[in-house]
């Protein structure tokens, strides 16, 4: 069976909370969030998480309107998504993310480790949510 190593993200005007994968390709993990800056130490950043993974696909999670259309903050996602796929020169998916940052707050709180200052927990769950739906669709298209 070949070895699944991918990064899950969301990505936002001042973070990406980044996500990986068991080797099987099962369970999403929350890794880290990423503080953006410039885009060069944004992609150095990831550079890093990269190659400790050995990562080889990234899977951005695109945030629709509640319509299913691309708006502004969508356009945006895909722009950096790109930018980022292209320097790293690593293939790029996209995902609906659709209230994914939601459900990442709520499972934060029921699990007592929600602070509203804690921006950057939201982030890395929501990219894990993200990369949780990318492995389930991609499971259930192999069956």
């Known amino acids: 069976m070949e070895r699944v190593a991918v990064i899950g993200l969301d990505i936002g005007l001042?973070?990406?909370?980044?996500?990986?994968?068991?080797?099987?390709g099962l369970i999403a993990t929350e890794l880290t969030t990423v503080n953006r800056r410039s885009f060069?130490?944004?992609?150095?950043?990831f550079r890093r998480?990269?190659?400790?993974?050995?990562?080889?696909?990234?899977?951005a999670g695109i945030p629709y309107t509640m319509k299913g259309e691309i708006?502004?903050?969508?356009?945006?996602v895909i722009k950096y998504a790109k930018r980022l796929s292209?320097?790293?020169?690593?293939?790029?998916?996209?995902?609906?993310?659709r209230l994914t940052s939601l459900?990442?707050?709520?499972?934060l709180k029921s699990s007592?480790?929600?602070?509203?200052?804690?921006?950057?927990?939201?982030?890395?769950?929501?990219?894990?949510?993200?990369?949780?739906?990318?492995l389930d669709i991609r499971r259930s298209q192999s069956n």
């Open 49 to 59: 998480i990269i190659e400790e993974r050995e990562a080889n696909l990234l899977v």
């Open 71 to 76: 708006g502004f903050q969508a356009k945006q």
């Open 14 to 24: 001042r973070r990406v909370g980044v996500a990986g994968c068991d080797g099987l």
């Open 103 to 107: 459900e990442a707050e709520e499972q």
């Open 40 to 45: 060069k130490e944004d992609v150095e950043a």
């Open 112 to 134: 007592k480790k929600y602070s509203s200052r804690q921006k950057g927990l939201i982030d890395k769950r929501a990219a894990a949510i993200i990369l949780q739906q990318w």
């Open 86 to 97: 292209n320097a790293l020169e690593l293939p790029l998916e996209f995902v609906d993310e």
